[in-house]
């Protein structure tokens, strides 16, 4: 099967000439005034794609934010891909009385004839990042993105994971209507690719992949403070072949790590932020105001994280793919090759001891749950950037073998 019906798709922007066109009214020399000083480039021509020019999700905050301000108009990040160059977008802010039509899919690239990929937002339920793997995966691949409800502030942001899965498995099947599907997503996003796939098998559709990119299981986010008994005999372990002296630099070594000053004042001060930020949030809802591009976010992000929570996976039936990040911040993971022998001493078992990408795996808690195999690679990145560059290259290989 694998019909996608291309009537159901937004019109994609073209992409922007190789040739420098250069402004012609006033509109589209305003508009070129913002993309050279946010993307450092000069000149900037009308043609010229903002992806082309080193354009990234940060940057397009930015832009959007600066456009609002300028022009009045709010206009959401995804409209970049249907409109990548100041030639499209200065067509777009013309419009008298135009609002951006909202939809939770989002054709990131649309060309191709291999079965669409679709892919899930992260905590911040934008797509925007997936830019760069789409890009990796060629022209003839389509890629397509779905963001959260609630981030153009006239819907509600869907309260729970199953909530999300079948709106968007709603939204999919208007595209494609029949499987097979391939699913994927990045941290949050894989728990909501993995509840489309429950909820399309259910339905009689197939899956022929599901993708989930360095997504934490709820087992795992039991084990991310690491039981003290293992915690103890790896200590045991690592103390039991050192020298006095090599013992005095260990202990050094970890209590200048866990009492490192500028770590812990930025850490402070972020989850400083972070609550004074939701209680302005609160205020702002409680006085029935209408919220800021700013606080929807918040809102949309605060929405996303009580739904992980709540959210408990059931055994799936079918295969799962997990991409594993190969970089592990230290409050993940006390040591980056799990040690096999203390993992046993400790009382863990994994499926084979020597082999520290299983035991990784393994307390991701997807072991468990993939009841028709679970296939492991890894890629070069920390946790909720091997979407992104430079990282979504070697991501963009592995998925094309």
Same mark, same amino acid.
């Given at each position: ?12 922007g ?7 066109v250069?402004?012609? !009214? ?6 070129a005034?913002?993309? !050279?000083?946010?993307?450092?480039v ?6 010229d ?14 832009l959007?934010?600066e ?5 009045g ?17 200065? !067509? ?6 135009w609002?951006?039509?909202w939809?939770?899919?989002v ?10 990929f ?37 819907? !509600? ?17 208007v595209l494609?209507p ?30 022929n ?43 050094s ?26 209680l302005v ?36 039936a ?6 594993h ?17 203390a ?14 990408v ?27 950037y ?16």
């Amino acid at each position: 099967n694998q019909k996608v019906d291309r009537r159901a798709l937004p019109a994609p922007g073209a992409q922007g000439g190789r040739h420098f066109v250069a402004t012609r !009214e006033e509109l589209e020399i305003r508009l070129a005034r913002l993309w !050279e000083k946010l993307l450092k480039v000069r000149p900037v021509g009308v043609t010229d794609n903002f992806f082309d020019l080193g354009g990234h999700s940060l940057l397009a905050v930015r832009l959007f934010a600066e456009i609002e301000r300028a022009f009045g108009k709010s206009l959401p990040m995804t409209t970049m891909f249907q409109a990548p160059t100041i030639s499209h977008l200065a !067509e777009i802010l013309r419009r008298e009385g135009w609002q951006p039509s909202w939809r939770s899919l989002v054709a990131i690239q649309p060309n191709g004839t291999r079965p669409p990929f679709f892919c899930i937002h992260e905590f911040e339920g934008n797509v925007f990042y997936y830019h760069s793997l789409a890009r990796h995966l060629g022209d003839d691949q389509p890629f397509f993105g779905l963001q959260a409800q609630g981030l153009d502030g006239r819907h !509600e942001a869907h309260r729970t994971i199953e909530e999300m899965a079948a709106h968007y498995i709603a939204e999919v099947r208007v595209l494609q209507p029949e499987g097979p599907y391939y699913l994927g997503g990045s941290s949050l996003g894989g728990l909501v690719a993995y509840e489309m796939a429950q909820q399309l098998r259910m339905q009689g559709q197939a899956v022929n992949l599901l993708a989930l990119f360095d997504t934490y299981s709820r087992g795992y986010l039991r084990l991310v403070a690491l039981p003290f008994r293992y915690r103890l005999a790896r200590h045991f372990h690592n103390l039991r072949r050192l020298s006095m002296r090599e013992k005095i630099d260990y202990f050094s070594q970890r209590l200048r790590g866990r009492f490192n000053a500028i770590r812990w004042v930025s850490a402070r001060a972020a989850w400083i932020r972070w609550n004074l930020d939701l209680l302005v949030l609160r205020m702002v809802q409680r006085l029935g105001r209408p919220l800021s591009p700013r606080l929807r976010d918040l809102h949309v992000r605060k929405t996303m994280i009580r739904a992980q929570w709540a959210y408990f996976p059931k055994p799936y039936a079918g295969r799962v793919t997990f991409f594993h990040a190969g970089e592990r911040p230290a409050r993940y993971y006390h040591s980056p090759h799990l040690d096999p022998e203390a993992m046993a001493s400790a009382g863990f078992r994994g499926k084979d001891h020597h082999d520290p990408v299983w035991e990784e795996i393994a307390r991701l808690g997807w072991s468990r749950l993939a009841q028709g195999g679970l296939d492991v690679h890894e890629v070069p990145g920390p946790h909720g950037y091997m979407v992104r560059e430079p990282f979504a290259e070697a991501l963009g290989r592995k998925l094309r073998a």
